[in-house]
């Protein structure tokens, strides 16, 4: 008899089990040797409480009422609850606050995609500690997450969420247009950014190649000149931004496999200046990402600067795989 | 945020870039383009059933337009050209995408029978209008934010049959000279959006292989004028 599940979970055996527990020990072992106490939150919680944290990109997918009305929603990411965590328990404590996770959240799904609905992440967050060394210590145990999982060849993408929004403002873009343009840049268009911008009154042509250019410089320290080159505050306030951000981790020892990228944009809402991205050559998507979020738990009523990352764990595994294969493309 | 696993495919950081290239309309000039930024293409242009064609610094894996986001996507070809229609439709792939290539210029557009009312009959009688098309999201995205209910309906093979046998009030489509649409009988009702070829990245390979894609890039828009 067969008796099927939703698309987007899965049911995992023992041989690949053992795979994952090993990553999981691994992954909490580093967090723990790093200082930060591993949480755990319930998978449901108020549809009104999430809703604060993110009401766009990431917004809960899966909601229903419980038996006394109550409207309820499934975590679409682990970031949203711990803040909501640290806001209720921990709003006298001592800073900054060290907590790590591993679990399980749900997005919705397109069908063929091969996209889970349910997904484990594991991660860190770090409350109370402000850029640029907060955001050092996150990418210290980043790294050293990484390790542990043997993906040595990874990389870790360093970019400036207010970047864009900055630089817009600048050129006088505001409103519907600045989102729509926003949104061309978080989709990876770059035809469309460039057609679009072209189109708006008062934006030179200098100024569309900027905007271009900009989102194409990835590299090493290099690429801080090379923007700079290009002039305006907005982008001389982004790279100094980044440019502290690469000194604190060049102070920890821990620069050497980031590349700075001045496109990045990650999609969920709550990012405020430095944002990262984790990619290995042995896999085609994103492994994970995270960043600085400052005013998320303002929204939770405690004004802390906060910074994080969180891995998508079946990718990692994925990627590990791969690369104890000895990175051989498969045929 | 896309979360696939099962599609999760090595993007290999050794070895020649890989580049999905579309078989049939887009092909001739694709190929046109690569011989202008010095790609061999003597064996892609040959009789062989072959689908992958090594040359020196460039890999071309040949595909159907519309799988061409697909294997970019998961990394499985590391840039790829294909049109602005395949990636409207499937707008959902994250993909970079890099340069407009200008060729391959058609029109996604409404269309009806020749002097027939159908459309606006029963839009105004039932509310409501049939449209067949192999475009169902960039149809369904176009009446939505236009106002208007659909009933999409969508076919694989030959749209322009459907309204002439009673399928469909209306057909979505891509034009490109209109003589298809002139043969059947049909005419042009309102213009979506115009469509080009495009170059597209995977989003891993345009971060870790970045000086040969940006090289690639610059080359293509150069050759693209």
Redesign the interface.
């Known amino acids: 008899m067969i008796h099927p599940i939703p698309p987007g979970t899965r049911d995992v055996l023992p041989d690949e089990m053992r795979e994952l527990r090993r990553l999981h020990l691994a992954l909490i072992e580093v967090f723990e040797r790093h200082g930060y106490g591993e949480v755990a939150t319930p998978a449901i919680e108020y549809d009104e409480v999430l809703a604060r944290g993110d009401g766009r990109a990431a917004g809960s997918a899966y909601r229903f009422f419980d038996e006394s009305g109550d409207l309820l929603a499934l975590r679409s990411d682990m970031t949203v609850p711990i803040a909501r965590l640290v806001a209720t328990r921990y709003g006298g404590a001592e800073m900054p606050l060290r907590l790590c996770y591993l679990g399980n959240a749900f997005r919705a799904v397109r069908p063929q995609r091969g996209q889970m609905r349910e997904f484990a992440q594991a991660g860190v967050e770090l409350i109370g500690a402000p850029a640029p060394g907060g955001t050092a210590e996150v990418v210290e145990v980043l790294e050293a997450a990484l390790d542990a999982a043997g993906l040595n060849r990874a990389v870790i993408g360093l970019g400036d969420a207010d970047l864009y929004r900055q630089l817009l403002a600048e050129l006088g873009v505001e409103g519907e247009a600045r989102e729509s343009l926003l949104e061309r840049l978080a989709g990876h268009d770059l035809v469309g950014l460039e057609a679009e911008l072209s189109e708006l009154e008062g934006v030179e042509d200098a100024q569309v190649a900027t905007c271009i250019t900009l989102s194409q410089l990835r590299g090493g320290r290099e690429v801080l000149e090379e923007a700079r080159a290009l002039g305006g505050s907005a982008v001389e306030r982004a790279t100094a931004r980044i440019g502290e951000t690469f000194e604190a981790l060049e102070a920890r020892g821990v620069a050497d496999r980031v590349q700075i990228d001045l496109g990045l944009l990650r999609d969920l809402g709550y990012y405020s200046g430095a944002i990262l991205e984790v990619y290995d050559p042995a896999l085609g998507h994103v492994l994970g990402g995270g960043g600085r979020y400052d005013t998320l738990l303002e929204r939770f009523g405690i004004d802390l600067p906060a910074a994080g990352f969180a891995l998508y764990l079946e990718r990692v595994h994925v990627a590990q795989t791969e690369e104890e294969a000895g990175g051989e493309v498969k045929t | ?14 070895g020649p870039l890989k580049l999905a290239v579309p078989r049939g309309a887009l092909l001739g000039e694709t190929l046109e383009i690569l011989d202008r930024i010095g790609v061999e293409t003597s064996e892609a242009r040959g009789e062989s059933r072959s689908l992958i064609f090594p040359t020196e610094g460039i890999t071309l894996v040949t595909m159907r337009p519309s799988d061409v986001p697909t294997y970019v ?4 070809a590391d840039v790829g050209i294909t049109g602005k229609d395949v990636l409207l439709e499937q ?2 792939r ?7 290539l200008g060729y391959g210029r058609c029109r996604m557009v409404l269309a009806g029978r020749k002097g027939d009312e159908k459309l606006g009959e029963s839009a105004r009688r039932l509310g409501m209008m049939r449209i067949a098309t192999k475009y169902p999201r960039v149809a369904e995205r176009h009446f939505e934010s236009t106002g208007r209910q659909v009933e999409v309906i969508e076919v694989k093979g030959s749209v322009e049959l459907a309204p002439l046998i009673g399928l469909a009030d209306g057909i979505v489509d891509l034009v490109a000279s209109g003589r298809t649409l002139d043969e059947n009988d049909l005419e042009v009702r309102e213009e979506i959006v115009e469509c080009t070829a ?1 170059f597209v990245a ?4 345009h ?2 292989r ?1 000086r040969e894609v ?1 090289e690639l890039t610059a080359k293509l828009r150069e050759a693209a004028g």
């Open positions: 945020m896309s979360l696939e696993v099962a599609g999760a495919v090595q993007a290999k950081a050794e996507e998961a990394g499985a707008h959902d994250v993909v970079y995408e890099l340069l407009d495009r995977n989003r891993v390979a971060k870790l970045a940006d």
